[in-house]
């Protein structure tokens, strides 16, 4: 695995380059044809977790839709490339992906937040309890376990590293490693990496077995924030409004019965939920489980976690500036859920120390 920066960016620009194939449009095959337009949707899921749009069919949510599983994936920028490219009907992925695959012309719309950063729901940066890294400046030289690059887990490293001081070539030697999430844990005391990335249910479960300790989270950078967006095709969208309408709305009730229902009531049907679709998953981590993290009422965008991204990319030289408008990139359109969005981290929360 290379370790400049440049290399970094290079992956940050793959991310777009099959969008470019795509970027009049693409007509799936089989889910989106049809003159009456479809009620299934095509996705990918996550192993061992229950999703906001698997929690909303489950509820009932989704009316007469229904959800088809394609198999699972571990990357947002791969998920929402599926989308882009007519593989699957919605993909889900960190912002910054969404916005970097929109700036190299995938014709794509951010629909709905559907995961973020709140006291329970963080992403964690964990070493193991006698490491000796403390401090940004630690990390160089040092190996950073998180599940894809380009992504969430990348931008929160490198926002840490710049608001501890490092250089743009001390911040290149720190090297960010693709490790599968269910594999993280261990590799982390195996010491096969340095430090782990880990949220939700794997980062609980680690914490539980003892032994480790954060260096730092994404709620401690940037406070609570919806991080995260489905999007759908632009053609999708036009071909079929009312699936996503009812796709969309059922995805923001959902988010907003895990808030409201008890905690056990949650954990029960998210563990009916894996155990009724057979995909031979170990549901006992299903009980650390506390919150989708979502800032906003019914996942609604209110377009500031987008900028914040279109800024930072922008300031790093992925994308060029003016090349993405914030206006053309996401939607509410498709919500009835909700009502005003509360504010977001500003784009300073981002910048600051860069």
């Not at 193991?128 to 894809?148: C, F, H, Q, W, Y």
């Not at 994308?319 to 509410?332: C, F, M």
Request: with cysteine.
């Amino acid at each position: 695995m290379a370790t400049t920066a440049s290399t970094r960016r290079q992956f940050l620009t793959l991310l777009g380059l099959s969008a470019v194939a795509v970027s009049c449009g693409t007509t799936a095959t089989g889910a989106t044809s049809g003159k009456g337009g479809t009620k299934t949707l095509r996705y990918q899921g996550w192993a061992g977790q229950v999703t906001p749009p698997e929690l909303a069919e489950d509820l009932g949510y989704l009316e007469d839709g229904k959800l088809e599983w394609v198999g699972n994936t571990i990357s947002g920028p791969q998920d929402i490339q599926s989308a882009a490219t007519g593989q699957t009907d919605f993909g889900g992925a960190f912002n910054g992906a969404v916005v970097k695959l929109a700036a190299n012309n995938a014709p794509i719309k951010a629909v709905i937040s559907y995961y973020g950063s709140d006291e329970h729901a963080y992403n964690g940066y964990y070493v193991l309890e006698d490491s000796p890294i403390r401090s940004a400046r630690d990390l160089i030289g040092k190996k950073v376990g998180m599940n894809t690059l380009g992504a969430h887990s990348e931008a929160m490293l490198d926002i840490y590293l710049q608001r501890g001081g490092l250089s743009p070539a001390q911040i290149g030697r720190v090297e960010p490693l693709v490790v599968p999430p269910v594999n993280t844990e261990q590799s982390l005391r195996q010491q096969q990496i340095d430090v782990a990335v880990l949220g939700g249910i794997l980062r609980d479960k680690a914490l539980a077995a003892g032994g480790i300790r954060p260096l730092f989270t994404d709620h401690e950078l940037l406070g609570s924030f919806s991080a995260g967006t489905y999007v759908m095709t632009d053609r999708f969208l036009k071909q079929n409004p009312d699936t996503a309408r009812t796709f969309v709305t059922a995805v923001g009730r959902a988010i907003e019965w895990s808030r409201s229902a008890s905690h056990e009531e949650v954990i029960a049907r998210m563990t009916d939920i894996v155990k009724k679709r057979g995909r031979n998953e170990d549901t006992a981590p299903l009980k650390y489980w506390r919150s989708y993290g979502v800032a906003e009422t019914a996942g609604r965008i209110n377009g500031k976690e987008l900028q914040l991204w279109i800024d930072w990319l922008a300031e790093r030289g992925d994308i060029e500036k003016g090349r993405v408008a914030l206006s053309d990139l996401y939607t509410n359109e498709f919500n009835a859920g909700g009502g005003t969005a509360s504010a977001s981290p500003t784009p300073s929360a981002a910048k600051s120390g860069s």
